[in-house]
């Protein structure tokens, strides 16, 4: 371990450190310091001496590498504004709950930065043991201690089809290091069927992370019954890091045999999440289920295998999430004492009450279903069109349906927004950092629409 | 450098609406109107700072939008001579009649969105002018459209008024959609947008192919300045307070048409056909506005028909070849109409909303400078010798004798005929408003916010011929060496003294007919059915109801009850039915019992190995 | 270009079958079924072998005698819980302290820094603990 090693662990180390520190913070500023942790963590990773990357073993330091950390960072000071009310009307423990986010983001920064098998193991059991926690952090929500469960136990589940799938990846290849494996795998060694069946459980297990379908039946529960400000993290967050992992340092796509079977988890997954979604009347749930959907689409991205399509891959990660954390930063900012808002019932007079949130709202819900000229419809535009160069015909196809389909579950609510409703509000205005938040986030949606140019510019920098 | 600070006169209007929107509730009305105003005249005085950019035909793209293979759509401005003009015009007109719209509306509670909407179309005009590329274009046409449509129905309450902007609105669209189809042609002819590199590659395209072209095109610009047959919209529109008709529906919009086939004019004038067309429409269109305006009643609505009159005579232009005559027209007529919008709106504000012309009158003696200003006015849409509209009508008037060809001359004698007509209204207003009897009083003098901003106008309205003082009378065509558009064919000297002499005649003639018709204030009469004729515009509306609204009615309800009640009740409702009910029984997979969820994954698991080992095995 | 791609995955397949006889696939096949038949196994034994009655009484939380009275979830001390809870944790970090203690002197100073840095965060943790009251026993506290 030299010094330029520990200098390119900085940011990771920041993480660490702070969410281990925060544990000693009083109650009041413990959230604030995990926002000043995060937000340190992701200036340092692009602090100017550490530009000479140097990788360690296990994790990279590449600019991918950092610009997920900061990404991930940044949504990780967002859940802490967001929680700043939602915890105070129900006695979350503060430091704790910094703590784990803190933990979490660190999990899912050694994820994307991963270059080796172990260190996504790592990565991937950091990121999901603190959100067994987390989900389940509101100890007096019954629901919320389910859907802790329900993450639980399916959880195991996966990691034990990772453990497994990395030890018969392992037995193949004969070594750890991602880039090697995939390649020995594509030039067919001698044990090419092991490390087939091992990849195959690898996916199995990502796919129960990303939320494809048929692994994706916790993901309703789970949204539904975790503090609102975790949900947005769970959805952008994890998934986000999974696929970042997939985009940069597991190109499946190129293990010929393993492309029919991401086709066929996107294709489920659109079909699934579309059909599912469409009887809804839970917020919460919905989203869900057209998470599932979102993440049909990012398979397609992942399955073009070339740069074009990782950066278009990214590009709509970025607005997937910016959407993602601004619906439930919403919820969170929605919510008094007695509970969320998660009945379009619920939603019913909130142009009257407050325009502001009534509009973010709307332009969340137009900007997922890919309404010009917010940022889902840029995002859907290159992804797709990167897909279509792939030669996916056919999913494109299905994501275009499914997508047309998704017009009417999205603007269910949207319509509620602007029914006059005799549904008392329990919640006050916004605070100051949920005003930051859901300001920022609407701010991307309209410019990644409008100007996507120096967001695209910047992905394509530091993908690899 | 410079050529990006291009982007900040129409941006400077945006920020103004987008300030008052969102920050409008908390201002006071003062320095509500102050933004706006201070907005667009910031932008006016960017574009004379910038001017000397427009001899340079300056280009600058903000960035591109859509960059994918052959499909880009840079947001990209071009200041051309043309354009800079152009851009000029709108942004000090705009910037007077919004000084003028802050008195106006004083006492109007929802300023808010009145001047959200107007900096808004200020916006969406100067896209039009600006773009470079035919969709940026086609977004800023739709979006004056739009705000054009929500200002006539500014006073929403009365139902009258928000039909008329549903009918501005629908006529216009019907319009657009053949713009829409010429726009998306010529992207698939010539794989771009940009208008210069269409107007290169046009020379290019089959004879035949470029006339439908054009006719498309032409089509799409009658609509927008309300020439035949998309012409009645604009009656209706002076519903919207007097500031809108005076900026959207005299000044600026409804010369959109006119300047958009100024900008493809070497397109479209590949095709004699097409240019025949335009002159005739043109021609056409000035004959009919002038005859229904002649016996008007309603001050606006007089107006109203002078402007399909007038922008009738710019078509005419663009049709015998004179872009140059057209632009002439178009900001001279822009100056003089102005004015006669504000003065109408003075008098009917000070006659407490009074706005038939049989009621109306004494002006002279309550407010002699607006009575100056109104004469000012209505002798330049005379076309009074000496005068701004004398020169830019004569001129192409002059284009069209000059091309010595039997349609060019019976199309230039129509508009000597229409020139006539054009005197007789304009003096007949002013004798009408001036007519010695009790009228309805209102409110005091005029205020001076109503006032001032009328007399620039009225003063380029007097001298704006010297913008292009044609070589007989001693100038050097200024304007059209500028511009350095086609002038069309050369009229002779003989011609043009001619011309000028049959003008001083016509309008003697006028004068002395309607100083004897009116010289006692006429009674309030029915009229004979010729005036009544004339009156509803020639029963266009009545012809449209009976040749198009009626018909699709009747076949829309005919499929409706035929086709649509059964074919809805099997096919798409049955589709919609079988989403939901799919998506209600698959929600049965989502059973809530965690073992479920694990078999889910295993039978997932199942699925995946079976892939595997079928396609291992294959 | 997809044809080419096809005929090469389909000969990689087959290389994959044929080349030592896909002995790997054999013996992770049987490796599977020797996974499968043990478990199965054991749980028919289970079903056949274990002697089952039904009746009210069985079905009850405790067959204690005790009648169950009461909401089900009960908030109870388990301090016993929280202990071996806390001995699992700190054993575990003990394979990783004795791990180091073999190889102290190949790792040397870097090895010691890594492990102080473990320790020190797990000391850390124990503070934590302590402060939260963790490992105060009997009710005194609350």
């Known amino acids: 371990m030299t010094g330029d090693m520990l200098l390119a662990l900085l940011p990771l180390l920041v993480l660490f450190i702070g969410s281990v520190s925060v544990l000693f913070v009083p109650e009041r500023q413990a959230l604030v310091y995990g926002v000043v942790c995060a937000l340190l963590a992701a200036v340092l990773a692009w602090w100017p001496w550490l530009s000479v990357a140097s990788d360690t073993p296990l994790v990279s330091s590449g600019f991918f590498a950092r610009g997920c950390l900061t990404l991930w960072a940044l949504l990780g000071a967002a859940t802490c504004l967001l929680s700043e009310r939602y915890r105070a009307s129900r006695q979350f423990a503060a430091p704790e709950f910094a703590a784990l986010v803190l933990f979490c983001v660190f999990g899912m920064s050694v994820l994307s930065a991963s270059t080796s098998l172990v260190s996504l193991f790592l990565g991937l059991e950091a990121m999901t043991l603190a959100f067994y926690v987390l989900i389940a952090f509101d100890r007096g929500n019954t629901t919320g201690a389910e859907a802790g469960l329900k993450y639980l136990l399916p959880g195991f589940l996966a990691s034990a089809l990772l453990a497994f799938g990395i030890a018969l990846v392992y037995a193949a290849t004969g070594t750890f290091v991602l880039s090697d494996t995939v390649a020995l795998t594509v030039a067919g060694a001698s044990m090419h069927t092991i490390a087939l069946l091992g990849w195959t459980l690898i996916l199995a297990a990502i796919a129960f992370k990303a939320s494809l379908a048929p692994f994706h039946l916790w993901t309703p529960d789970v949204y539904q019954g975790a503090p609102a400000p975790v949900a947005g993290l769970l959805a952008s967050g994890s998934k986000g890091a999974v696929f970042a992992l997939l985009l940069a340092s597991v190109p499946l796509a190129l293990i010929a045999p393993l492309r029919p079977l991401l086709a066929v988890l996107a294709a489920l997954s659109m079909i699934v999440g579309t059909f599912a979604a469409l009887p809804q009347t839970n917020l919460k749930r919905m989203l869900a289920y057209s998470s599932v959907v979102h993440m049909g689409y990012m398979v397609l991205a992942v399955l073009t295998g070339h740069q074009v399509g990782f950066e278009a891959g990214m590009f709509y990660l970025v607005s997937y999430g910016a959407a993602t954390v601004a619906a439930f930063g919403l919820v969170a900012s929605l919510s008094g004492p007695s509970g969320e808002p998660q009945n379009y019932a619920a939603l019913e007079g909130l142009a009257a009450r407050s325009p502001w949130r009534a509009a973010l709202l709307t332009m969340l819900l137009l900007s997922l279903a890919g309404f010009p000229p917010l940022a889902g419809f840029m995002g859907k535009f290159v992804l797709f069109s990167a897909a279509l160069d792939a030669g996916y015909v056919w999913l494109v196809v299905l994501a275009l349906f499914s997508s047309l389909v998704s017009c009417y579950y999205y603007l269910r609510p949207v319509m509620r927004l602007f029914r006059s409703g005799q549904t008392a509000a329990d919640h006050g205005p916004a605070n100051g950092g949920e005003r930051l938040v859901l300001g920022l986030c609407g701010i991307i949606l309209v410019i990644a629409g409008i100007y996507p140019g120096p967001i695209l510019r910047m992905i394509a920098a530091i993908v690899p | 450098m410079m050529g990006e600070l291009l982007f900040l006169i129409p941006l400077l209007p945006l920020g103004g609406a987008l300030v008052i929107l969102f920050a409008g509730g908390r201002m006071p009305r003062r320095m509500l109107s102050g933004v706006a105003i201070a907005s667009v005249a910031a932008s006016a005085a960017m574009t004379l700072w910038l001017w000397p950019l427009a001899g340079d035909r300056t280009r600058a793209t903000l960035f591109t939008w859509l960059d994918v293979g052959a499909l880009q759509l840079p947001v990209e401005i071009l200041f051309s001579p043309l354009a800079a003009a152009m851009t000029l015009m709108v942004t000090v007109v705009s910037a007077l009649i919004h000084v003028y719209a802050a008195s106006y509306l004083h006492h109007e509670p929802d300023i808010r969105r009145f001047f959200t909407l107007f900096n808004l179309f200020v916006f969406a005009m100067l896209v039009i002018v600006l773009a470079d590329n035919l969709l940026l274009l086609f977004l800023g046409w739709e979006g004056v459209g739009f705000c054009s449509y929500a200002l006539i129905g500014f006073w929403y309450r009365n139902p009258d008024f928000a039909a008329a902007g549903r009918k501005a609105f629908l006529v216009t669209r019907a319009a657009d959609v053949l713009f829409g189809i010429a726009l998306l042609w010529l992207f698939r002819l010539t794989g771009t947008l940009s208008i210069e590199a269409i107007n290169l590659q046009a020379a290019s395209l089959p004879p035949t192919t470029v006339t439908i072209l054009a006719l498309l095109l032409l089509a799409g610009a009658c609509g927008k300045s309300a020439q035949l047959p998309f012409s009645s919209w604009l009656p209706d529109a002076m519903a919207g307070p007097t500031p809108v008709s005076a900026l959207i529906h005299a000044a600026t919009m409804v010369t959109a048409g006119v300047y958009l086939l100024c900008r493809m004019f070497p397109l479209i004038s590949l095709s004699a056909i097409a240019l025949a067309v335009i002159g005739l429409i043109g021609a056409a269109t000035a004959f009919y506005g002038a005859t229904c305006a002649l016996v008007q009643r309603d001050i606006k609505k007089v107006l109203a028909y002078s402007t399909i009159s007038q922008v009738g005579y710019m078509f005419l232009a663009v049709g015998a070849g004179t872009v140059t005559g057209a632009m002439f027209h178009l900001l001279t007529h822009a100056f003089f109409k102005a004015l006669l919008f504000m003065v109408a709106g003075a008098v009917i504000h000070l006659a407490a909303g009074e706005q038939d012309l049989f009621r109306l009158g004494q002006l002279s003696k309550r407010s002699p400078t607006l009575f100056w200003l109104l004469l000012v006015g209505a002798l330049a849409l005379a076309g009074v010798p000496l005068t701004a509209g004398f020169f830019s009508k004569d001129a192409i008037l002059a284009a069209c004798f000059a091309r010595q060809t039997l349609w060019w001359t019976s199309l230039g004698i129509a508009g000597l005929v229409t020139a006539f007509l054009t005197a007789l209204y304009a003096i007949r207003l002013v004798y009408l408003l001036a007519a010695d009897r009790e009228s309805a009083s209102g409110h005091g003098p005029a205020p001076r916010g109503l006032v001032w901003p009328l007399l620039p106008l009225g003063a380029l309205a007097l001298v704006g011929g010297l913008l292009n003082l044609p070589a007989v009378w001693g100038g050097h065509e200024t304007l059209g060496r500028w511009l350095e558009t086609p002038a069309g064919a050369l009229p002779s000297h003989d011609l043009e003294w001619g011309l000028a002499a049959a003008t001083l005649l016509l309008v003697a003639g006028a004068w002395l007919f309607i100083r004897n018709r009116y010289r006692v204030p006429p009674t309030v009469s029915p009229g004979g059915a010729g005036v009544s004729f004339l009156a509803a515009g020639w029963q266009l509306d009545s012809l449209i109801r009976v040749i198009i609204t009626a018909p699709f009615e009747k076949i829309g309800c005919l499929l409706e009850k035929s086709v649509e009640r059964r074919l809805s009740a099997t096919w798409p409702a049955g589709l919609g039915r079988l989403c939901q009910v799919t998506g209600q029984s698959w929600r049965v997979l989502t059973s809530g019992y965690v073992s479920h969820y694990l078999a889910a994954m295993a039978w997932g698991m199942v699925l995946l190995l079976a892939m595997l080992v079928v396609l291992l095995v294959l | ?142």
């Open chain 3, 1 to 142: 270009m997809a044809s080419e791609n096809i005929s090469t995955e389909q000969l990689a397949g087959l290389d994959a079958l044929m080349s030592p006889l896909g002995w790997d696939l054999v013996a992770f096949a049987l490796y599977v079924g020797l996974a499968c038949t043990i478990v199965g196994s054991l749980l028919l034994a289970a079903r056949f072998l274990g002697h089952r009655t039904r009746s009210p009484l069985k079905g009850q939380p405790y067959e204690c005698g005790v009648e169950p009275s009461g909401p089900a979830r009960p908030g109870y001390p388990v301090p016993f819980y929280l202990t071996a809870i806390f001995f699992v944790v700190f054993d575990v970090e003990v394979a990783f302290i004795a791990s180091w203690a073999v190889a102290y002197d190949l790792l040397g100073w870097q090895g010691l820094a890594q492990i102080a840095f473990f320790i020190i965060t797990l000391l850390i943790a124990l503070f934590y603990l302590w402060r939260r009251g963790a490992l105060d026993w009997g009710p005194q506290r609350r």
